[in-house]
């Protein structure tokens, strides 16, 4: 994450906000499963130590499944999953923030990398 800047962001209604060192200059993960597949989640995957849930704690929600390896978690006021935790592959801990929910993000001038989770 050499070109990692810091950002803002949240769910829709406000209750849930974060602050993660991001670097929007790689592609950003455009996954095909069945939860980002009818979510639109576009994903960067950040270790724990680059993002800080800042509000919104008690808002929060989580959700599991297929291998439940990766806590999806929703603002329970307004339903909108702003980032999910895990384990990367090497077992350290991870944060998958959707650059949907950054704040001021040009959507479009990011590169996306398509990733088949169908398959998994």
Excluded: W
């Amino acid at each position: 994450m050499t070109d990692a800047k810091s950002y803002t962001g949240g769910c829709h209604c406000g209750k849930v906000r974060f602050d993660a060192s991001v670097d929007l200059g790689a592609p950003v993960i455009a996954c095909n499963c069945s939860m980002c597949g009818r979510s639109g989640t576009l994903l960067s995957f950040v270790p724990a130590a680059s993002f800080k849930l800042t509000s919104g704690a008690d808002s929060l929600t989580d959700y599991q499944f297929g291998k439940e390896r990766i806590h999806h978690l929703f603002c329970k006021v307004c339903g909108i999953k702003a980032f999910a935790h895990g384990a990367a592959p090497d077992g350290a801990e991870m944060f998958a923030v959707n650059v949907r929910c950054i704040d001021d993000v040009d959507l479009g001038a990011l590169k996306q990398q398509h990733f088949d989770g169908k398959s998994l």
